[in-house]
């Protein structure tokens, strides 16, 4: 055993990009959880009264669209598996779990007319299982699995969606108001819109670049600012809770450090986040001036009547502008916009697209870890700068990391996502300790291997793993769930982490994993 520990000390040692004694350690008020959502984990896609929604169409009536053409009818099986769910929850020692509600479960028809009783009791166990376990809540109210019967009016794309987004978020609230404090209305409005509505990739699947992933885009900031001002209006008082959105970024980072290049990895952010967030959080609202000209000049030369991109009202300006009380950020790689001049090649963009109206084509850096997903490559730091700029650029709101996580096939020696996780872990907290960004939480995504979209289940992010062959869905620790737990017991991230016997003795099946892999 004292070889095994010693084994696996080096491990963890090579791993971890630690020097000497430095030891990276969190605030007792730094909160970590871990993610999950809807339609990924759930399965029971047919289970009582639930309605059908955009990627259950989808997968049904298009299943080559999905690598290995699966679908998520039953996926990790989590609606009857819940309890299993949280206990992994406990094992990992989590403050929060992040996860989301389907609103076809919820209410059936996409409506408020008709509410699933079977829907709310689900909900309604799952949340009082976490209360019991001391677990804080964070619920999405939208994570891309809109009903087909809203679809079938335009989806987000109809103008109505606001209200109807409204209504459903009421009956939420309703329900779930005295124990849910921490809302997400929404989570990336770039893989919802611009898959979704404009690049034909996501459910429902329209091609209708450079126009239809602006309109979508416009009605879910106006969607979110509703749900924002139903809270706040109606029920913070009596509940007492906050409400945020997530936005997806990366961060640009600049070809050089050329003026010229510094200027258009700027344009990029703004082009990327600002366009979802600088309506939300910056002092001036409405849409970053650079994507309003890009948009509106671009659309003239293409011969239209007016910008592609919908304009706010005045009084629209003021409604979205401060409708957050903190910004969940996603993040999980870096780009870099490719700089033509002096490289005599000509891009060729589809027209009109929005990296037509941007101008620059993106890229990954070389030198970026890559990993098995050609759509994810590694680098850390570029978290530390986009909480840098949101910092300054926001005015420090408070920034919840609410995804960032690691693609690997199956296999439960998983180094490279622990050495993902550390490596990020390490920029949040640089950024937190000699920056001072606001950050105060931080989730893993994703709490077990699940349904990974247009990717099915050839891509893992989980700290479990699943064995989808199995009837009952079994869930098997992997050695990143333990190392998450113990950063999250020890609020520390060092270079040893299994520092007991005892600890050690109670993972054996996982460390005899690690110690038979390639890396030692
Ligand atoms: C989404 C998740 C997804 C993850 C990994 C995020 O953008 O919110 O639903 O599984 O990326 O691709």
Redesign the pocket.
Known sequence: MIISIVLLSIIILRVTPTSGNVLWEFPESFKFGVST?AY?IEGAWNISDKGENIWDRLTHTRPSVIWDESNADKTCDSYHNYERDVEMLVELGVDFYRFSISWSRLLPTGFSNQISKQGLAYYDDLIDELIHFNITPLVTLY?WDLPQTLQDLGGWTNPLIVKYFEDYARVVFENYGDQVKNWITI??IP?ICVDGYAKGINAPQVSANGIGDYLCAHHALLAHAKVWHLYNDEYRHSQGGRVGIVI?TEWVEPESTSKEDIEIAERGMQFLIGWQAHAIFSSEGDYPKVLKDAVLNRSLDQGYASSRLPTFTEKEIDYVKGSSDFLGL?Y?NSIMLWNTKNKFVELKFIVPSREDDLGYDSYFNENWTKTISPDFTVFADGLKYVLKWVKKEYNNIEVIIT?N?YPSYPGLGDLERINYINQHLIAVWDAMINNDCNVTGYSV??LMDNF??ISGYGIC?GLYEVDFKSEARIRTARASALVYEEIIRSRTIKPNYFRNVSQVESKTSTLIILLNMEYI
């Open positions: 959502a990924q994570h989570n990336e893989q997806y996603n999980y995804e996580g995504w994703s990974e979209w992010f």
